[in-house]
């Protein structure tokens, strides 16, 4: 048993663009996913700025669209699924107890992508313009617009999609494949459990999208016609497609956050989570009708009031699974030792928030009174109370409850409470008022508006609130750097955790677990500590432990594909070919060269667990 | 996993290996039936269109139950989704082929609305 | 023992495939992939059936579609199907030189679908149904290309498999490979016995 090749150990930069460690990818994500936070967030405070009096002319036409274009995209798809990811990547496999995900190296391949897919997008800005034709690209505004705005989103986009669903099929086959001894399928956490529904809803969902990027890419690039009306297309073929991604797309965003909040909501109750086989079952039942419900977004289509009655109808029927959901984490709640950490205000924040936004969900799938809020601030209060007050308060909670597990560092609780007060009233600051702002007509997308319609004092308020949310965000940031400066390492298990991942000690060993962990129930490490034992039972002796090679490839390969991109765009069809080249010739090379892994040895391991490392 | 046959030759490893090979005497006459059957199920297919003696609306269903017939052989003896160990096999390509049916008929039927 | 040491009749699995964790990971991920690219194609078969009758002034199916070629196409691929079967069989009793003769004839069956389906296509732009002239030509292209590229993009890999393990006899390293190979030239069959009743047997009837 010796290993087949000598391992290199990389340092500094060269180990960040070549490691297929789970643990440092995830931190990958949360950097990149972090950073485009940010930059979606600027965009949203300055289309607030514009909004904050009648015709105020700062940011306006073209530019405003472009604003909105890449606020929701790069919202949507550069700053909330990387972040998903990022949480799926740090915890899932010490959640089930496991030493890797099941595809080490498509881990890395799919971080890249969405990397240089993001990056891809965002030049757009310095070279002619963002695109402009809002994050759902309807056709024909997307298919007629000249300038090469589009282009960058369809092939930014392209990428990173592709990122996503090698994300998607390596945590599906990580969770069924690689949990540890004992740990059934009704004893993974639940963060697992939404992870895993989200993680097949990107595998059926993303090909759709996948077909519509290429279908938009071949109109703009090679002149098809599928949405040209004059040469035989239907603009509705874009629509159809893009919701039956766009709205399983919602709850893959929305699961996980169900996900952190029941972790949460249950370590801060010193509870077992209440009802979680309903919490299992909602779960899969709220992935299962995601699928069949998105024609509520194209309900002023004209489809018919049957087709438009029998999407109506499973659209209200999503409201009972999220009921269930909402009432087990209540009675979860009830009768606990609760402890309001910053981790457990952002997760009992989240609750009425998310209630609101689903009200409003339920209200909208009425269609005859969607034709009234079609379109309208309404819709907008509506998706941001989903995402903002579902999405990124789940999100900032499960922030605050892993960043001792991620960075071996606890974030100060002071701050903490700070960035969450100051988070949470300025999202209702924000968003609460544009519930009225939609009912009194105002249209969504517009860059200005006419004083004398009572719009002012709601949209002002609401720009008021957007930096409120801003300051929040900046608070973290400081919380963040202050934290870092800090040589106070955390605790191995700082909130009393129920599951594995607090089992191991800080920072996490390389391996994970020198011993796989025997799983004895839900919530695997309080069952152990009820035992008394405090500590997890081994499923195997000590012994040699296989691990991946970092590899460099996975960096390539996404430049090419990166290269190919950029060259589409200007159709420069030689330089499109090279990056072509360079994708097939780092797959050629993958093939080629035998990749083994290699051993850590047994002694080492045994000094790891001597040394209180491991 | 590999280990338990690193044993020395038994008998009940011998025994072991004759049984394989015949399990795989039959799986070959499976795929050679089978192939036989696509070939039959193609030919008919073609034939029910390039002959025009049958209605046109009864040759389009007739033609696609032949072709899902045919994806069935496929997919079970061809790919073996009818061995053990395939459940999450299956559990992925049925949800997959739900969404796709859902997928070509919002296509097929909702998009040249009056 | 290593993964990438060659089997022995002796030590050789019942299912060499999935006798490593790496194995168990590729076969499970392999099938779930294929049930996602079920979408893909069920959204370009969707698109092309949402406009195959929008050929404006160009020829219509009907009038374009050469059966007897097509159903020779169709006699290829099916073959190679099956070619690719015999060789999974091989690669379950350690018969590496059987196995690669049998990859060997799936790939030029392969080359040969994809000639025929060249020479359609460029039959087709002389008739003057093209990418561009209409949104049936734009629909057609794509689907049917789209599998094409698949049959492509399979042939490389299969090059670059039994180029690489030319020498090398069947280790549980690259069983897996093999046997995701067969997979996957399944699958891309699968999804021509739809285009070919679908597109061609159905574009015959309007």
Redesign the interface.
Request: glycine content about 10%.
């Given at each position: 048993?010796a290993t087949?090749e000598s391992h290199k150990k990389r340092s500094g930069l060269m180990d960040w663009l070549t490691t297929v460690d789970h643990k440092k990818i995830g931190i990958l994500y949360l950097l990149a996913g972090g950073f485009f936070f940010l930059i979606g967030g600027l965009e949203a405070i300055l289309m607030r700025i514009q909004l904050i009096k009648p015709e105020n002319d700062l940011f306006t036409g073209e530019l405003f669209n472009q604003l909105l274009t890449m606020h929701g995209t790069t919202m949507i798809f550069l700053a909330a699924m990387p972040m998903i990811f990022a949480y799926m990547n740090a915890v899932i496999p010490l959640q089930i107890g496991a030493r890797d995900v099941?595809?080490p190296y498509?881990n890395a391949v799919g971080f890249w992508l969405f990397f240089f897919g993001g990056v891809l997008l965002n030049l757009s800005w310095f070279l002619g313009g963002a695109p402009e034709a809002g994050w759902t690209a309807y056709a024909p505004l997307s298919t007629s617009a000249q300038d090469t705005g589009v282009d960058f989103y369809v092939l930014g986009l392209q990428i990173a999609g592709a990122g996503t669903?090698a994300g998607g099929?390596?945590f599906?086959?990580t969770i069924?494949?690689?949990r540890a001894p004992g740990m059934t399928f009704m004893r993974m956490p639940l963060f697992t459990w939404a992870s895993f529904v989200t993680s097949?809803l990107i595998?059926?969902?993303?090909?759709?999208l996948?077909?519509?990027f290429?279908?938009l890419m071949?109109?703009r690039v090679?002149?098809?016609?599928?949405f040209?009306p004059e040469?035989?297309?239907?603009i509705?073929?874009w629509e159809?497609?893009f919701w039956?991604f766009g709205h399983p797309e919602v709850y893959i965003l929305i699961l996980p956050a169900f996900g952190i909040i029941s972790e949460v909501v249950s370590t801060f109750s010193n509870k077992r989570l209440f009802g979680y086989s309903a919490m299992v079952f909602a779960t899969v039942l709220i992935g299962f009708l995601g699928?069949?419900v998105w024609?509520h977004h194209m309900f002023t289509?004209?489809?018919?009031p049957v087709?438009n009655s029998i999407f109506a109808v499973a659209t209200m029927a999503i409201a009972i699974p999220t009921g269930v959901k909402i009432f087990n984490w209540i009675f979860t709640m009830w009768g606990g030792q609760i402890r309001f950490t910053t981790a457990m205000l952002f997760a009992v924040g989240f609750i009425p928030t998310f209630v609101m936004g689903g009200v409003t969900g339920v209200m909208l799938a009425v269609p005859a009174a969607d034709y009234q809020y079609h379109d309208s601030y309404f819709v907008v209060a509506h998706f941001h109370y989903v995402i903002v007050g579902g999405l990124i308060l789940g999100l900032f909670s499960g922030l605050y409850y892993w960043y001792p597990r991620i960075f071996n560092r606890v974030l100060n609780e002071t701050l903490g409470k700070i960035n969450f007060w100051l988070f949470f009233i300025g999202f209702h600051l924000t968003f609460f008022p544009q519930h009225w702002l939609g009912l009194m007509g105002m249209p969504r997308r517009v860059f200005t508006y006419m004083s004398g319609q009572h719009l002012d004092e709601a949209n002002f308020v609401s720009t008021i609130g957007a930096l409120f949310m801003g300051a929040g965000t900046i608070v973290l940031f400081i919380n963040i750097i202050v934290t870092a400066s800090s040589k106070k390492v955390a605790d191995k298990d700082p909130w009393d955790g129920r599951t594995l991942e607090w089992s191991m000690p800080v920072p996490t060993p390389e391996y994970n677990f020198a011993q796989t962990p025997l799983v004895r129930g839900l919530d695997a490490l309080f069952v152990e500590k009820m035992a008394g034992n405090g500590k997890m039972t081994p499923a195997e002796p000590v012994g040699e432990i296989h691990m991946p090679n970092g590899s460099i490839l996975p960096f390539v390969l996404s430049l090419g594909l990166f290269i190919a991109g950029f060259a589409l765009i200007y159709a420069n069809w030689i330089i499109a070919g090279v990056g072509l080249g360079i994708v097939?010739l780092t797959m050629?090379l993958r093939?080629?060269l035998?990749d083994?892994g290699y051993h850590i040895h047994k002694e080492e391991v045994e000094a790891d667990i001597k040394g209180g490392r491991a | 996993m590999a280990d338990q046959h690193k044993t020395p030759e038994t008998n009940v490893h011998r025994h072991e290996a004759v049984q394989r090979k015949l399990a795989l005497k039959e799986e070959r006459k499976h795929h050679n039936v089978s192939f036989i059957m696509m070939i039959l199920l193609t030919i008919v297919a073609f034939y029910a269109i390039w002959s025009d003696k049958i209605s046109d609306s009864f040759a389009v269903l007739f033609i696609l139950t032949l072709a899902v017939v045919q994806v069935f052989f496929q997919l079970y003896v061809w790919m073996h989704l009818n061995h053990k160990g395939h459940d999450f096999p299956i559990w992925g390509m049925a949800t997959g082929i739900l969404v796709a049916a859902v997928t070509v008929a919002s296509l097929m039927g909702m998009i040249w609305t009056s | 023992m290593n993964a990438g040491e060659r089997l022995t009749d002796a030590n050789f699995p019942a299912h060499p495939e999935k006798a490593t964790l790496e194995g168990k990971n590729k076969f499970l991920g392999f099938w779930l992939f294929l049930g996602g690219e079920t979408v893909l194609f069920a959204t370009l078969f969707g698109t092309y059936l949402g406009l195959r009758n929008m050929h404006l002034d160009g020829p219509t199916g009907e009038e374009l579609f050469k059966l007897p070629l097509v159903f020779l196409a169709t006699m290829l691929l099916l073959t190679s199907s099956l070619t690719s079967v015999y060789a999974v069989l091989s690669l379950k009793q350690n018969k590496v030189r059987s196995l690669q003769g049998w990859f060997l004839v799936t790939l030029l069956l392969g080359l040969g679908f994809l000639g025929l389906e060249i020479y359609e296509f460029n039959h087709y732009v002389h008739e003057g149904h093209t990418f561009t002239s209409s949104a049936f030509g734009s629909a057609f292209y794509t689907l049917v290309g789209f599998h094409g590229a698949h049959v492509a993009f399979g042939c490389l890999w299969i090059t670059t498999l039994i180029f690489r393990n030319w020498n090398r006899g069947i280790s549980l390293y690259n069983a897996p490979k093999y046997y995701l190979f067969a997979l996957y030239w399944h699958f891309v069959d699968v999804v021509w016995v739809f285009i070919f009743t679908v597109v061609y047997l159905m574009g015959k009837v309007g």
């Open positions: 048993m087949h099941a595809f498509v669903l099929i390596n599906l086959v069924i494949n690689m097949g595998l059926f969902a993303f090909p759709a996948t077909v519509g290429f279908l071949f109109e090679f002149d098809a016609n599928f040209n040469m035989g297309g239907n509705l073929i159809h497609i039956i699928f069949m024609v289509v004209g489809l018919g087709t097939l050629f093939s080629i035998d083994h | - | -």
